[in-house]
T-cell receptor, first 115, second 110 residues
Framework: EPEVTQTPSHQVTQMGQEVILRCVPI?????FYWYRQILGQKVEFLVS????????KSEIFDDQFSVERPDGSNFTLKIRSTKLEDSAMYFC?????????????FGPGTRLTVL | DAKTTQPNSMESNEEEPVHLPCNHS???????IHWYRQLPSQGPEYVIH?????VNNRMASLAIAEDRKSSTLILHRATLRDAAVYYC???????????WGAGTKLIIKP
C-alpha cells in the first residue's frame, strides 16, 4: 500500500540554525500539507501546497517557514532560524484531490528538537 | 469554522463494539464529517468520512443523525490496536486544512 514517508525521523538542532524536513508524498497525489504537534497538544495546520504554490497557510507559518517541491517526488519544509518553541512533531500529508470529500494520508512524522 | 464536541476519553472492553459520539450543532449543509485517529507515537490516520448518509468501510461505520447535528463512529469489534485518540473534524470546500480538536482518547481494556 502506498504511504507517505518522512526523513529524518528525529532531528536535533541548535537554536538559530536552519533545518529542512523532507517528505515523499504518495506518487499520484496533488495536494500536500504540513502539520505540527507540540508534545501533549493538538495537531496544528501549517500550510497546504498545490500546483507549486501555497494554497493556504496558518498564522504559525510566518516568514521563518518555507515549503518547496524541488522535484517530482519530494516536498520539503524549511525553518530558517529555529526557536526553542519550534520543537514539535512535524507531519507531512498528501491527498489525491480537493477537499472536502477526500482523505489526507499522513507520514510518520519528524521529531524536531531545538536546543 | 463549525466546531465539534467530543468526550475527552472513553473506555471499552476488547472485542466489544465501541460508539464514539461527536456533536456538531453548527454544521453547515456543505460540511463533510471526517474521522481520523492517532495511535500512540504515530501520525494521524484517516478512518472514515460522510456527508448525509451512513457510511461503512473496512475500519469502521459512521452513523450520521438525520439533522446532521451529531454523528457516531462505530468500531464493531475493538482490539487493543484501536487504542488511540479519535478526532471528529468538519471539512468544507473552502478549507484545505484539517482543523483538529482535542479528540477522544479511547482506552481498550483486555
Amino acid at each position: 500500500e502506498p504511504e507517505v514517508t518522512q526523513t529524518p525521523s528525529h532531528q536535533v538542532t541548535q537554536m538559530g540554525q536552519e533545518v529542512i524536513l523532507r517528505c515523499v508524498p504518495i506518487s499520484n497525489h496533488l495536494y500536500f500539507y504540513w502539520y505540527r504537534q507540540i508534545l501533549g497538544q493538538k495537531v496544528e495546520f501549517l500550510v497546504s501546497f498545490y500546483n507549486n504554490e501555497i494554497s493556504e497557510k496558518s498564522e504559525i507559518f510566518d516568514d521563518q517557514f518555507s515549503v518547496e517541491r524541488p522535484d517530482g517526488s519530494n516536498f520539503t519544509l524549511k525553518i530558517r532560524s529555529t526557536k526553542l518553541e519550534d520543537s514539535a512533531m512535524y507531519f507531512c500529508a498528501s491527498s489525491e484531490a480537493l477537499p472536502p470529500g477526500n482523505e489526507q494520508f499522513f507520514g510518520p512524522g519528524t521529531r524536531l528538537t531545538v536546543l | 469554522d463549525a466546531k465539534t464536541t467530543q468526550p475527552n476519553s472513553m473506555e471499552s472492553n476488547e472485542e466489544e463494539p465501541v460508539h464514539l459520539p461527536c456533536n456538531h450543532s453548527t454544521i453547515s449543509g456543505t460540511d463533510y464529517i471526517h474521522w481520523y485517529r492517532q495511535l500512540p507515537s504515530q501520525g494521524p490516520e484517516y478512518v472514515i468520512h460522510g456527508l448525509t448518509s451512513n457510511v461503512n468501510n473496512r475500519m469502521a461505520s459512521l452513523a450520521i443523525a438525520e439533522d446532521r447535528k451529531s454523528s457516531t463512529l462505530i468500531l464493531h469489534r475493538a482490539t487493543l490496536r484501536d487504542a488511540a485518540v479519535y478526532y471528529c473534524i468538519l471539512r468544507t470546500y473552502s478549507n484545505y486544512q484539517l482543523i483538529w480538536g482535542a479528540g477522544t482518547k479511547l482506552i481498550i481494556k483486555p
